[in-house]
């Protein structure tokens, strides 16, 4: 587990982990990737790869699943950076602590380069959280993604303090 501003990455099992078993869409999720979920307090799930699995075993848990599917190698558009930004800062604003799971198919690409702009958008530089990813998931992020997150500027949009004026401890996996 790693921190910046306040937003901390977890370094899941990649959602490999999660093909083990099949259903009708050609995956479900494991009990232990809902136990994993569960650990950490997450009870939102953002996929951004095409529906692969049912979402309704999770969502019977309790678990929300958001559908906000992009191309695979290429950086998001920009409604679904928007859109994943003032999700990250709802949930972190309501839900001081809480987690937020975000996955793509292999977890090198799509889902990294959110949680790059979730590191840059609390604080830290570009450089330091490609590191940061890479050292929790070697191979992380493609030159067009990485070209892309050099030239993103923030806007700050989730550096915040918990009504006590203290820095909010979230995090995403």
Sequence with gaps: MVAAGGISALACADCAHAHKHT???G?????????????YGATTVVRVCEITYDKSPLEKDGITVMDWPFDDGAPPPTKIVDD?????????CEEPGCCVA????????????LVALALIESG??????????????RGAINSKQLTY???????QRLRFKDPHNHKSKCCLM
Excluded at 27 to 39: C, M, N, P, Q
Excluded at 102 to 113: E, F, S, T
Excluded at 124 to 137: T, V
């Design 23 to 25: 259903d009708t869409h």
């Design 27 to 39: 995956i479900t999720w494991s009990e232990s990737d809902k136990s994993d979920l569960k650990k």
């Design 124 to 137: 830290m530089k570009y450089e330091d959280a490609i590191q940061l990813i890479r050292q929790k998931r």
């Design 84 to 92: 994943w930004l003032s999700l990250l800062k709802n949930k972190f």
């Design 102 to 113: 975000v996955h793509c198919v292999a977890g090198l690409g799509r889902a990294p380069v």
């Design 149 to 155: 997150l050099e030239k993103y500027r923030p806007k």
